[in-house]
């Protein structure tokens, strides 16, 4: 009896190894309405851009939980390494979507919110214990009372992170070419675009991941964490 399941499980596998691909073919891709398409990013007159129906360093959370609905954790996540009393100098501010779909795709959405050091101090004061993350950060989550102004709070930055996989050419296909592509390991590259504010980084041992910033911050927010010169992608 343990055969026939065995055989079974292994399709399965096939079969979600070959759908990946398939997730961000044209056929697809053209099914998806303009606001969910990630590849999408508009750029005003004053530089600001918007991506999945939400504009950086303009929309708030109350804008995301209208788009995107209601249930999302709003957390503070502290870098590792980071000594006790300089956590809200080195926090973020972040709401989580656990799963959003995007067409026929699911994804993870975490969106950056833009907050002081002096907010995040007071918030951390609020916070509960701290929760161990795989990379070596700590999550706070953060209780009701923290949150009375959270739908006020604005998005500086978002990530997602889809579940099907990219290479090269579909990047270069759905994103055009980038202005660098920078290799942090010999499995993760960065492909970098300054001009529209993303960082795609694909990982053949891990997630893709989209990071869309406001151009104007791409040099504080991509560049320089990855340890980068502005040079770089001029």
Not at 116 to 132: D, P, R, V, W, Y
Not at 171 to 195: C, I, M, N, S, W
Request: charged fraction near 25%; glycine fraction near 6%; avoid cysteine.
């Amino acid at each position: 009896m343990k055969t026939p399941l065995l055989v079974l499980v292994a399709a399965l596998a096939l079969i979600v190894l070959l759908a990946l691909p398939v997730l961000f073919s044209d056929s697809v891709t053209q099914q998806m309405r303009p606001e969910e398409m990630p590849w999408r990013i508009e750029r005003d007159e004053k530089g600001e851009t918007r991506v999945l129906g939400i504009s950086l360093g303009r929309s708030t959370l109350k804008d995301v939980k209208a788009r995107f609905g209601g249930e999302l954790e709003v957390a503070i996540v502290v870098a590792r390494g980071i000594e006790p009393g300089k956590e809200a100098e080195n926090a973020a501010l972040e709401g989580y979507y656990e799963r959003i779909m995007l067409g026929q795709i699911s994804a993870r959405l975490v969106v950056t919110l833009a907050a002081s050091a002096k907010t995040l101090a007071a918030l951390l004061n609020q916070a509960g214990k701290a929760e161990a993350l795989g990379s070596g950060s700590r999550k706070y989550a953060l209780p009701a009372g923290a949150l009375t102004d959270a739908d006020r709070w604005i998005v500086a930055a978002i990530t997602l992170i889809p579940s099907a996989s990219l290479d090269e050419t579909q990047v270069e296909r759905l994103f055009g070419a980038p202005a660098r592509v920078y290799a942090a390991e010999a499995t993760l590259k960065h492909y970098l675009y300054p001009e529209r504010g993303l960082d795609i980084v694909l990982d053949e041992k891990g997630k893709d991941i989209f990071q869309y910033v406001a151009p104007s911050a791409f040099e504080t927010r991509i560049l320089r964490p990855l340890n980068l010169p502005s040079s770089f992608v001029e």
